[in-house]
C-alpha cells in the first residue's frame, strides 16, 4: 500500500467538525489512520437567523488549520469535505465553502440530503451481508437522515428532517435543565416530522437498524461510562430502547454544568445530548426497534469509500 492510497475526509456538519484520514485498499477496505472530532456548532443561532457567524465559521476554521496539518503528516493523495445541513440551510454557506476550498485546500461539496443520506448508508453498511431491511439513522446537530435498505446496496429511501439536536434544543428547550414539558414538545414534534417524511408502510418493512454519529456514539459511551471514550467498546454496541429512555431521564434532570460531569460524556456534547437522545427514543419507536447497534462508520466513511470507486486516492 502506497500513500498515494491514503485520503482525508472531513465533515462540515452542524454541530461538529469530524476528520477521516485512511487508507484505501483496491478490496474496498478503509483503513482508519486517524479520526478526529472537535464540537464548533457551526450551526448556532443558523435556525433563526439564516447565517453562519463569523464566530462559529472562526471556530471551525481554528480545526481546519489542524486536520490540515495532520493531512499533509500523513502524506495523503487528496483532500476532501463535505458540507451538511447548517451550511446548505445558511445564505452565506457559498461563502464558507470557497474559503475552506481556498485556505485549507479541501476539495468541499455542499451536499444535498439526499446526497448525505446515500453516503452514510454507505459508509454505515460497508461489509455487512445481511439481507435485512435496514434503517440508518443520523441524527446530526441540524438535520436527521433515515435511510432504508439493504446492506452492500443502494438505499431505496432516504428523507432529510429537520429533527437535529442543536436545531430541536434551540426551539424546544430552553430551561436549564429542561422542563417536563419542554421534552415532551420536542418528542411530539420529533414523532410528527417522523411520521410525515417516512411512510408508514416503509417504517414497517424495517427489520434492523444501525445508529451513526454524535448522539448515538455518545450515548453508547454513557451506557458504558466509559472514561476515556474508547471506539472499539462503542463500535457494534447494541443501544436497547429501555436503557435510552432510562438515560434521557436521567440526562434531562440533571443541569448542563452537571451533564458534563456525567461519566462517558464529552463535555461539548452535553449541550446537545439531551434532544439527541429523545430523537433517538422516537425513531427506534417509530420504526418499532427495541435496539439499534451503533457504528462509528458514517458519512466519513461513505466519502472515503465513493472516492475509492472514482478512483481517489491514487
Known amino acids: 500500500m ?32 486517524v479520526r478526529r472530532s472537535e464540537v464548533t456548532r457551526l450551526g448556532d443561532g443558523v435556525d433563526a437567523s439564516g447565517r453562519l457567524s463569523d464566530a462559529a465559521i472562526e471556530r471551525v476554521y481554528d480545526v481546519l488549520a489542524t486536520y490540515r496539518e495532520l493531512a499533509d503528516e500523513h502524506g495523503v493523495a487528496d483532500s476532501i469535505a463535505v458540507a451538511t445541513s447548517a451550511v446548505r440551510d445558511a445564505e452565506n454557506g457559498p461563502e464558507l465553502q470557497d474559503a475552506v476550498r481556498e485556505r485549507f485546500g479541501f476539495d468541499i461539496r455542499i451536499i444535498s440530503g439526499g446526497e448525505e443520506a446515500r453516503l452514510t448508508f454507505l459508509g454505515a453498511t460497508s461489509g455487512r451481508d445481511d439481507s435485512a431491511p435496514t434503517l440508518v439513522v443520523d441524527i446530526g446537530g441540524g438535520s436527521t437522515e433515515y435511510v432504508i435498505g439493504t446492506p452492500d446496496s443502494q438505499p431505496d429511501f432516504h428523507v432529510s428532517t429537520h429533527l437535529g439536536s442543536v436545531r430541536q434544543s434551540e426551539r424546544h428547550l430552553a430551561s436549564d ?14 414523532r410528527e416530522i417522523i411520521a410525515e417524511g417516512v411512510p408508514a408502510k416503509r417504517r414497517r418493512e424495517v427489520r434492523a437498524g444501525i ?48 451533564r458534563k460531569q456525567v461519566a462517558g460524556m464529552h463535555p461539548d456534547r452535553a449541550a446537545t445530548i439531551v434532544a439527541g437522545a429523545a430523537i433517538l427514543i422516537e425513531s427506534m419507536r417509530a420504526f418499532g426497534l427495541e435496539r439499534v447497534e451503533v457504528s462509528e462508520a458514517d458519512i466519513l466513511h461513505g466519502a472515503a469509500l465513493e472516492a475509492l470507486a472514482q478512483g481517489g486516492g491514487g
Not at 452542524?14 to 484505501?24: D, F, P, Q, W
Not at 453508547?220 to 467498546?233: D, G, I, K, N, W
Request: aromatic letters at 2%; glycine letters at 4%; hydrophobic letters at 45%.
Open 211 to 258: 445508529a451513526v454519529a454524535g448522539t448515538a456514539t455518545q450515548l453508547a459511551s454513557v451506557a458504558q461510562a466509559l472514561e476515556p471514550y474508547e471506539p472499539a467498546r462503542v463500535e457494534g454496541y447494541d443501544l436497547m430502547l429501555d436503557d435510552c429512555e432510562r438515560m434521557l431521564a436521567m440526562l434531562a434532570s440533571l443541569s448542563l454544568a452537571e
Open 177 to 190: 435543565p429542561p422542563e417536563r414539558h419542554e421534552t415532551d414538545a420536542l418528542r411530539a414534534a420529533a
Open 2 to 33: 502506497t500513500q498515494e492510497r491514503r485520503i482525508a475526509v472531513v465533515d462540515l456538519g452542524t454541530n461538529s467538525t469530524r476528520l477521516l484520514i485512511a487508507e484505501l485498499s483496491e478490496a474496498g477496505a478503509v483503513e482508519t489512520l
